[in-house]
């Protein structure tokens, strides 16, 4: 693969765009871990079968991060940086990212296309590709992506229910017609991909969106579409952070 | 109706049965966070990108409570008693409540069933009901029934993740076997009601249950599945309080 | 819970309204048995697993009620009441009661409910909340409840015929524009709750329904929800007498 | 076509096979109207939209049979015979015979099958045909099919229960595990037909079935998957006769 | 059944009725095999399970014709014509014709109702009537039908792409309106027939078609429901030579 | 994005690896078109509705190659070189390749995912990661995906039937163990991810695969859930030389 500024670039934008300064030192909620020093993909004591049924500390629910037995490899040094990155900015690396680090080849091509389509240049805001994010993953009870994802709709809306609502029932958001549409959109192409038509895309032209828009709808969907079966099939754990940030 | 000791007893347990004393000074139960001195929603610094409707505090999302026009009626003194002892325990009156308000033959018999199959004698213990409410209302995406009973299972494990589990796929918790056949069954009535058969009761039997289990799990699925569709039916939505309880 | 004499005037209301004179010399239809003299839960001699095959008299279908061992209990002096007032009303007592007759609160909640929602004020008539019962149940498939029901609806309506279109598919019956509008809103609410929506509330309103009557609607689509749901959990078993009723 | 004289005795069989002396002075339920003297798919007078709501005579439900306007041809000699066979022995002409009495091709293909798959030399008895007729019309919700083939269930097996359990939900009836393993193959083969395989047939062969029975339980099963749907797009009507048939 | 010209006539057209000249010494695809010189329903040697894995000659895929174990009958006279028939016209016997081959009279009947359906008189063009087939088998996932009939969408339009959208997706065809109004009513009438109404057939007189033609697209729709049901079940098996046919 | 001679080397392996010096000079069949010699999103000429319905020459199916307006971008070297590797190795660009053309970080992140999956190192063969794309996409009824790669099984495997059988049921293939194995995950997966649990793998792992061919089973399974669903909502077209590839 080519080299080109752009794409270094990319490699060096977070996963969660969002300063998370305020997670730097986050508060310590029960539960949480932090984040390893070094990507280990499975901690050293194996996860016991958890009865719950008493209060008590919430076991760690992302260890190991999937159920299948990948080692890590070796980062090399652009997804070393990348992970650094990460860490610093959002005070650990998200487990999907351990979850890949098994191969950098495909570490780097999902990085690369994440990046660019919940990241890069778009005339959905970024709000706007997370939120399709997770009413996608509601309708295919994805674990992992509700989670991150849901927490990345709080955090970029500065409005906790929203992100609710899409975790639950995205028709209960009271939402402009513009993104009602787009993800009325993304919700039939996740439900039945085949019964999608010009008469669906001309539905999302007249609530505003060009054609680069509808593209981008369309594969901001797939990749979710994607990412909830990859992670249902190894059940992929979502860093325990997650779950309280932006409440 | 006859009067009866046991009944007029029901009639004052709260909705929501755990104390709520703590709530105005709350006890710490594992993973609650302190409820704010004022009620925050939102962190201090406002989320940059933010397209939908501005950064600000909150919309109230429980204005109204139902999307039908339906006045409330004057409360009878044993319903006022029983809003009170809420209000008095948990800190506020469930939205539901609020809504059957506008009949006190409808607000009494909802409160009475409600009142025993949640919080009555049974093999079940409370938050295993609950578990149960939850799983059901994910299978259905009940919004107000998954933030309210979402809240209580977090309450009632004191394990935040739980609650999480059962809103977005009761099959990612990691449940004993008992519990696990109890949601497989209850999901099971759920979405095919008519397959269920004895081979699925000697499963409960097998898993520990006995008859009586056996009803009182049905029956908890059951009146989930009619308030779903009650709530859903009317727009209902749950008080912004449950959103942040017990994370 | 409060006396209050409506409440204690409901219970006195026999589950099925319909003075059944005619039905008190039962024409000796096949397999039918007359209602047992005082409430039992179960025959002392166990139904044999009927091979079908050879035309003869059916067997008693309804023997257990349940396929649960809840024993019955004592009724206390309100439902003693009911019961007789069903037997001398309708010449038995409804299967249903005898099936929550193991435990006096679940029954008493039982009843006030159910009296209430179809057989107390509405804007609904009695024949179009027994119509949506059965279309509901017809939906979930439930044994005890098509039949139960069904007969309600051919004894409100005369009409035998009408009790046959809403339990085989209520989209046959010739119906006016307001009973079909109630029943799709009904089924729409059964089929897939979380679709509903604000449209589906302004079409029940444009073909004559108030907000109020929007509520009844509701509710007891949502009631047959839950008790189709019990009935299948436990294979609820309908009296035989009702097969043959008002054909 | 070749002349058979088996295929000529065949055409002589009645749809319905069994003698219906009994039925030669039907009495008269509500809404019943005499099988007219000559075919006529459609009545004189048109069948106004019926407004249901207060008891009286059930409305003619089966005037016009159809909801396209087909007018009847002239019966050539063997369907004339055939129809005259059906008058004298069962009282009426089933209307699915008037429904396609519009072009004589059609109708003797349609009895031809029709009469060698249920009347015909088979492993299975004509009540298993049957049985397999309405388990699957329940499927497919077909209100023509429930209701004449109901009445047959009725009146082969003398158990009025058993046309309500075909009806209602095949599950509940108490069958041997011959004809319960023959009913969830014809269910299955009707909701997913891509999904049968093997271990299907080898079901049935454990549960006593040679591999023509397979073919017979197939063909039923797909016939009536042919016939729910004519029944279904053409909006057809039973004869009022069979709802009180056997009851 | 009565002897009629016409039917004598019906039985000597082919099943496939395109000549198939070009097709009499057919490219020699790999896998293909000659079509056998009398109807046998298994081959000599018994089909090794094929493990897939290496690039070859295709196996023989439609030997055995079905799973079940039914020898084929004697021919009678007009059975044996109208094989002979295919043989001389098409090259080869039709596999659904050696599947029904084990009984005369059901051979008869079901070819009767095809020829009459497929080839007869209608205001559907024939390549229309092999357009439903095949969409509502695609609809069904059923191989044998897919295979057969799009093979014929290929031949009668000249158009292989038609036969491939039908087979994987009919909505992606550039069809006209009438085209599609008409497969969207037989798709949905496959999918759901209980949900077809008046509606549904004013949608087709508003596209052009009469109430015989609505007629005929049920029935044809009806008809594949069921030889998808037939050959599902028997794992029927399309003659090798239709997968090279007309690309 | 890093350089690395490993992913350079990726970029000029063709999207079909296999050689396909006999397509050099494909035969002609109708309706194909010469690949362009420069990639264009658009033909010159618009591409008129077309009626199907008389023989002729198949129409440009191909042409737009998606429903949406999106011009061409200037293809930077490294994507210039790999188009070019298409063109002499297929004969051809794939229509999916010029669909992306429009961002080149969409199209080189698209290429080096795709290629890594379905052309890297991997314990499935390539002939197996193609039988999931199309079982996948058959289950999603995906017209660009199971035309290509309906083609690519008919090549790798040189059985054209078998591209047939993963088009329309993969269920009728005869495979061995393993490979059922790999096909029912897959298309589990794709039907109800949220389902997936910890007894899918293991039946993986009982079939011979190892938790390394567990991923990539299940990132090939979503990687066609996601172009799937950027076909469907874009209309892809395939290109029309693939239609009649290995035949």
């Known amino acids: 693969m080519p080299k080109t500024n752009k794409n270094s670039k990319a490699v060096v934008k977070p996963l969660m765009a969002k300063s998370a300064k305020a997670q730097s030192a ?29 209060p008590g500390p919430a076991p760690a629910d992302d260890a190991p991060v999937i159920a299948l037995n990948l080692p890590a490899a070796k980062l090399n040094p652009s997804m070393a940086a990348y992970f650094k990155k990460c860490q610093d ?6 487990n999907v990212l351990l979850a890949y680090a098994f191969d ?40 992992y992506c509700l989670t991150a994802h849901g927490a990345a709709v709080r955090q970029y809306s500065g409005n906790p229910l929203l992100g609710e609502h899409m975790v639950m029932n995205y028709r209960v958001a009271r939402l402009n017609r513009r993104q009602r549409a787009m993800l009325d959109f993304a919700v039939k192409l996740t439900a039945s991909p085949w019964s999608v038509e010009e008469a669906d895309r001309e539905r999302l032209r007249r609530a505003g969106f060009t054609d ?9 969907a797939g990749f979710f579409n994607m990412s909830n079966r990859v992670a249902s099939a190894t059940d992929m754990r979502p860093n325990m952070v997650y779950h309280g940030q932006a409440r």
């Open 212 to 220: 680069r828009d509808i593209w981008d709808i369309s594969a901001v």
């Open 104 to 143: 950098m080849v495909k570490l780097e091509a999902f990085v690369a296309m994440y990046n660019d389509l919940m990241l890069g240049e778009s005339g959905l805001s970024k709000l706007e590709r997370e939120m399709i994010a997770v009413a996608v993953s509601s309708q295919n009870r994805c674990y």
């Open 89 to 94: 900015k959002l005070g650990f690396v998200p």
């Open 26 to 54: 986050p508060r310590p909620i029960k539960g949480s871990k932090p984040a390893p020093a070094k990507p280990a993909l499975k901690p050293a004591a194996p996860s016991p079968k958890t009865v719950i049924q008493k």
